[in-house]
């Protein structure tokens, strides 16, 4: 049975989820808030978890950051009362599955979590078989050297301290080396979905991932803009000392 961590401070949500959650088939647990939260989730095993942002003790943004740094990449859907542009791109750029604005129906949240569940589960199949038979643990592209293991880069020997979502970024780039790619595929290689009119979170990952590599972020030499297109990446070919 599929376990759910249903992750909110206010008490009537949180029955209400629990009950249509049961009554779809799903093993519930809650927490109240964001200690509480982020301790479950190190030493549970969730198959999804619904996070308020808006949390006492420790925000639903600061547990989703933390996990994410730690490499737990269990899917997760934030739940808030927010529901601006960028809200919505911030919560996904910090490495949420998907979003769901207060007020909300029970069986749109359902809906929501088989829907993230099935694209995580397409992706855990059809990818670990070729990862693990195909990819290298450490590959070279040009000054940049990535290994996939510890989730590193570095550029001319030089560690990159990047975020998860900011590793599997380059990471695609650097495997698509030469190719204009449009906003469009960059979420659904990255982001593993195509998460209509987002595109401004690439422009935004875009340009703290320049901020980290470039020598000068405003005149980029890897990462480079391709107007009306999309974006560029090219290593130059150069070789690391």
Known sequence: MKKVLVVDDEPAIVTLLEYNLKQANFEVDSATNGAEALSK????????????????EM????VLKRIRMDRNQTPVIVLTAKDTEFDKVFGLEIG???????PFSPREVIAR?????RRYNQSSSTG????????????QFGPFKINKKKFQVTIKNKRLDLTPK????????L??????????????????FDYSGQSRMVDIQ????????????????????????????ETGDEETE
């Open 41 to 56: 989730i190190e030493n549970g095993q969730y198959s999804i978890v619904l996070l308020d942002l808006m949390l006492p």
């Open 59 to 62: 925000s639903g943004e600061d």
């Open 96 to 102: 949420a599955d998907d979003y769901i604005a207060k």
């Open 113 to 117: 979590i088989n829907a993230v569940l």
């Open 128 to 139: 670990q078989a070729s990862n693990d038979k195909v990819q290298k643990e450490i590959s």
């Open 166 to 173: 900011e590793f599997e970024l380059l990471e695609y780039l």
């Open 175 to 192: 495997n698509h080396e030469g190719q204009v790619l449009s906003r469009d595929q960059l979420l659904q290689g990255v982001w593993g």
């Open 206 to 233: 875009v340009a703290h991932l320049r901020e980290k590599i470039e020598p000068d972020a405003k005149s980029p030499i890897y990462l480079r803009t391709v107007r009306g297109f999309g974006y560029e990446f």
